[in-house]
């Protein structure tokens, strides 16, 4: 018998809610949203990717817990998640590389790309972002212990791009204590190397969502399976480098979820072959 299809209150105002941020968050990047200071739109439009990545986070775990799972929502999650974690973080990039941006002071970038390069590069991480959630609704059934994923899932690749607008908030990340001539002294390099380095990281995640490459799935790790000796050096490790860095620890931790993996299969794959072709 096929399953009665079910509209979950609850579970799905979740999901609406992943979807309103991700809206907004272009609004706040073009400026056409509600009146703010001019050097804070593009943090309040990468703080609210992160909080669609919240909202992501609760609607499946509140259908599960209420019992209100269903293909709607199912489907309602991917096309909400193409807005917030792919058209969203590809529209913040472009924004954030553009050389009139604001920081609160003038600075000089060593490298400029071209304007269609950044949208080849934007178009492409949308396009990898619906062809991962594509392949994500297909391979996944409702009995799948979502302890993995393959590929980089979307909403930390969204969390990678927004984290460097919210790294470079205030004295660029420095600690309150400091004066505003160490500030801007790092301001004066930091900056740009982000926003030349940021298009680069774009292209980076896109490939990894569509690559084979595992990815443990941490929210489920930490706060479902059993948490080993290795889960809390990380939880420490993690709380440690955010009380000493604060705003940089953000592109920091989502950077090596990024990245660590592949370079981790790289390894292996290497140290595998050497170890093939060395004699017996």
């Known amino acids: 018998m096929k399953k009665r299809k079910m509209f979950a209150v609850l579970p799905t105002l979740l999901t609406l809610g992943n979807a309103a941020c991700g809206f907004g968050a272009i609004t706040f990047a073009a400026k ?46 991917s096309l909400c998640d193409a807005v917030s974690f ?39 991480f949308v396009v990898c972002v619906l062809l991962r959630l594509a392949r994500f609704n297909v391979e996944t059934d409702e009995e799948d212990s979502h302890e993995g994923f393959s590929g980089l899932p979307s909403p930390a690749a969204a969390g990678t791009i927004a984290a460097f607008p ?60 059993r948490r080993s000796r290795q889960h809390l050096i990380q939880i420490v490790f993690t709380a440690a480098l955010i009380v000493v860095v ?7 931790i989502f950077c090596y979820f990024a990245f660590a993996s592949p370079l981790r299969a790289g390894w292996q794959e290497l140290a595998g072959r050497w170890r093939r072709k060395s004699p017996t």
Not at 39 to 65: K, P, T
Not at 88 to 115: E, K, V
């Open 166 to 225: 919210i790294a470079m908030h205030g004295p660029v990340g420095l600690m309150a204590g400091d004066s505003v001539q160490i500030a801007n002294a790092t301001a004066s390099w930091l900056i740009p190397t982000v926003v030349t380095i940021l298009p680069l990281v774009t292209l980076a995640v896109a490939c990894l969502m569509v690559s084979r490459i595992r990815y443990a799935h941490v929210f489920n790790q930490l706060f479902r399976g």
């Open 246 to 252: 604060k705003e940089l620890a953000v592109p920091v």
């Open 86 to 124: 792919g058209v969203a973080p590809a529209f913040l990039m472009l924004q954030f590389t553009r050389a009139d941006h604001s920081f609160g002071s003038q600075i000089t970038l060593p490298f400029q790309y071209h304007p269609r390069l950044l949208w080849v590069i934007a178009t492409l």
């Open 32 to 77: 056409v949203g509600p009146q703010i200071p001019a050097e804070n739109h593009l943090v309040i439009a990468a703080l609210l990717i992160f909080l669609a990545m919240v909202f992501d986070m609760l609607d499946g775990s509140v259908a599960r817990l209420t019992d209100q799972t269903s293909e709607f929502g199912a489907q309602l999650d």
